[in-house]
Nanobody, 124 residues
Framework: QVQLVESGGGLVQTGGSLRLSCAAS????????MGWFRQAPGKEREFVAA????????YYADPVKGRCTISRDNAKNTVYLQMNSLKSEDTAVYYC?????????????????WGQGTQVTVSS
């Protein structure tokens, strides 16, 4: 069982930056594929970014490519999402997700564990 706790969300102006963090419990964090998803009001939860458990390969959804960077610190059991040049359409609740296997990173149903989410609001 893995528990995930997100932090770092908040209110930011268009063009601003935020860094989200997701702290995971457990001693096998390095063996987990980690992902970030987001859900805007009235919309389905969508893939944002993921980082593999083996070689640290990263994957991004097209809307955030070039503006977001996912990284992980296995010594701290934490995964990060650095978001730059934020737009109003980035407003959503951001969720951290984990799976103890290699997987198709963008598929929501392949993740086993989810955090409670952190709100990101981008205002113009």
């Amino acid at each position: 069982q893995v528990q995930l706790v997100e932090s770092g969300g908040g209110l930011v102006q268009t063009g601003g930056s935020l860094r989200l963090s997701c702290a995971a419990s457990g001693r096998t964090f390095s063996s987990y594929t980690m992902g970030w998803f987001r859900q805007a009001p009235g919309k389905e939860r969508e893939f944002v970014a993921a980082i593999s458990r083996d070689n640290g390969s990263t994957y991004y959804a097209d809307p955030v490519k070039g503006r977001c960077t996912i990284s992980r610190d296995n010594a701290k059991n934490t995964v990060y999402l650095q978001m730059n040049s934020l737009k109003s359409e980035d407003t959503a609740v951001y969720y951290c997700a984990a799976a103890p296997r290699s997987l198709r990173a963008s598929l929501r149903h392949e993740y086993d564990y989810w955090g409670q989410g952190t709100q990101v609001t981008v205002s113009s």
